[in-house]
């Protein structure tokens, strides 16, 4: 349980990195308030992780998820250009996320 806990949370961290580009220095309301929920959500969750994993291996896989799903969302939207290199890079942090998972 959590390891679930810690995707949905790297999940989230993803969440609110974009909104919180999007609000604008929390100049736009919506962006803002999701930015707020995801990210306390997502502090909850790692929170919840370091009870049954180690502190070095929740944050790495967390913040592993995180970066990448923000800048796969950034590269797809258009926000971010996307190149092989940028697509290779992202999915050698994906495999060192789940090289951590298997020699956990």
Do not use: D, N, Q
């Amino acid at each position: 349980m959590h390891w679930v806990a810690l995707v949905f949370s790297g999940v989230l961290e993803a969440v609110w990195a974009t909104a919180l580009g999007k609000s604008h220095g929390f100049s736009r309301l919506t962006p803002s308030v999701v930015f707020v929920v995801a990210a306390a959500a997502s502090f909850a969750g790692l929170a919840y992780a370091m009870r049954g994993l180690p502190v070095g291996t929740a944050y790495a896989v967390w913040v592993g998820i995180g970066a990448a799903l923000t800048a796969g969302y950034a590269m797809t939207s258009g926000a971010e250009p996307a190149s092989a290199v940028r697509v290779l890079l992202l999915l050698g942090i994906v495999a060192c996320v789940i090289g951590l998972k298997v020699a956990h």
